[in-house]
């Protein structure tokens, strides 16, 4: 049976496979051993804490096929905390010279950090061969099924970090002409290591803001672009809700979009409901992601009968929840109503 769970110490050596597997673009996951590691030993202290507020915590997920891990993402709970979230602010202004008789509109980019910020979703991979059927918007969206389970852990805001452009040997346009030039490591290097600590973005860039006027055009354009290969996932997102910011990636200026948590479709439609009976076999009925808090958290795709504030499961679907009648679960439609 497929199933997304929540990562185990013990799936290390398979999530790094994995994340060996990811392709250049997808910097999050380009993590060693041990910050890979260190990653999996939050996410399980975070499914098992007690506590209900949020904290800057990850919440890594992990799509189990063939015995085997195809996929994985991840919920940042908070962002910000004792390190600031930071990207790139577009600020518009208006000058006018009346010596002169001339106007000007002017763009910048200045640093935006917060302490205090949303929770962010991100680090989706899934193996090509596994790509397809649906499975990747059920990775995707059995984040916000977490956060619908678990509300007051996340905060009120979501947001995502979207890939920006790229070239294809995997060389970063925005990277060369801004970025790197204040930071000069390999662009994969500081994106991997500012998953760990953005220490160094506070030491290394400056404080000062850079005109949009002095840089080259195509930089200028790929502003909020995203990568070809991310355009499913905007839309994606931009159905279950999320709109464009007027921050950018601070290595890439990949576009961060938002929504208010509860106004995200998947959390709205993620409902409660009671585990009414069990069936040997259910053949007519709902398609329907189905979750329970097995192992901290563990989702399904099956076929259920739904009443009001219930639902009956097959006996193959309730085992693999570890559910019984008069168990709780989560159900959410695969698509926005």
Known sequence: MSLVRAVRIDDLDALLQLARSATRGLTSLQLSREQLLDRIEQSVFAFSRTGTAPRAEPYVLVMIED??????????????????FYAYQRVATEHHSDQLGVGHHRESLQIYRTHDGPTEIGSLFLRSAYRGGGRGRWLSLSRFMLIAMRRNRFANTVIAEMRGRAEPDGRVAFWEAVTGRFIPVEFAVADAMSTMSKDFIEQMMPQHPIYLDLLPADIRSSLGKVHDETLPAVKMLADEGFSETD???????????????????????SQKLIVESIANIIDDGDEAIIASPRDGFTSIRATVRRKVGQVELSATDAAALDLQPGSPCWLMSPRPN
């Open 67 to 84: 015995d085997a891990i195809v996929g994985t993402s991840t919920v940042y709970a908070k962002t910000g905390g004792h390190q600031p």
């Open 247 to 269: 921050l950018v990636d601070i290595f890439d200026a990949g576009p961060v979009i938002k929504c208010e948590t509860d106004r995200i479709d998947a959390v709205s439609r």
